[in-house]
């Protein structure tokens, strides 16, 4: 059931996103806001009916309430992220944030959570692999962390363009990438340390495994990594932030995929071996 709802609601974003280079203006932003609120309930309801609620809690607190926090107080004081301020175009606003961007955070956080869980050894049969724990969260939590941060090199310009959100001082700025400080993407990893940080204690030990449960997950960050490279490449006219997105996601989603790669053709394997072989059949050729 869990996977089934999961996918359904993947579909529905993917179709979302496909659509939204064929759309310009309100039509567009309305289908930003709806492509994220997709996200945040595809995330979210992952959560609750793969780990149960105290996960989901742990989720939505985190990233969604400490998502707002952190908007709030930058659209206020400059801090960590540089001096911004959003457009109406996204929705009603709180404290001068709209209210899907705690929503995005969400959205993005926990499939960057989960793939930092899975690089390091938390699926069901690597669990037991080498590494002290201590190396392994440490390395958890600087995947998944660069996995969520490095996103911004792909949003950030894509949302610019569109005028959502404008910065008051926008150097310096990293070559190609007009608009937008350097001091942004470093407060997107400050927060995004403290997020993952502080997921696992309040989610308990069921965030720290993986298992089939969630390839609609693994399934969502990779479609993330591999279609934000495209659509900025070809269809936003978007180059640098393509590239920029693509070196820095691929630190988390290049390991992600050949980790997915070699776990299906080791099933392949183990399921040829285990094919009976046929009377009459010369089993060498």
Known sequence: MTRRISWALLAVLVLAQICYPLTTG?????LTVATVVLG?????GHALLSRGPRVAAALVA??????????AIGVATGVPFGSYDYSGELGPKLAGVPLIIPLAWTWMAWPAWLAGVRLTGGGSTTSTSGGSTVGRWAGRI?????????WDLFLDPQMVAE???????ATPALPGLPGIPVSNYLGWLLFAVLMMSALRPLAGPAAERTDRRDHPMT???????????????????????????????????????????????ARETRQEDHQPHRPGVDATR
């Open 142 to 150: 600087a995947l998944a962390t660069v996995g969520l941060a490095a």
């Open 163 to 169: 005028g959502y959100w404008v910065w008051r001082d």
């Open 26 to 30: 309100d039509t567009r932003a309305g």
């Open 62 to 71: 985190v990233a969604t309430g400490g998502g707002f926090a952190i908007e």
């Open 219 to 265: 399934a969502l960050y990779l479609w993330t990594y591999f279609s934000s490279i495209l659509a900025h490449a070809v269809f936003l006219d978007l180059p640098a932030s393509a590239l920029w997105g693509a070196a820095g996601m691929s630190v988390t989603a290049i390991p992600l995929a050949v980790t997915v790669l070699r776990a299906r053709r």
């Open 40 to 44: 945040w309930l595809l995330s979210v």
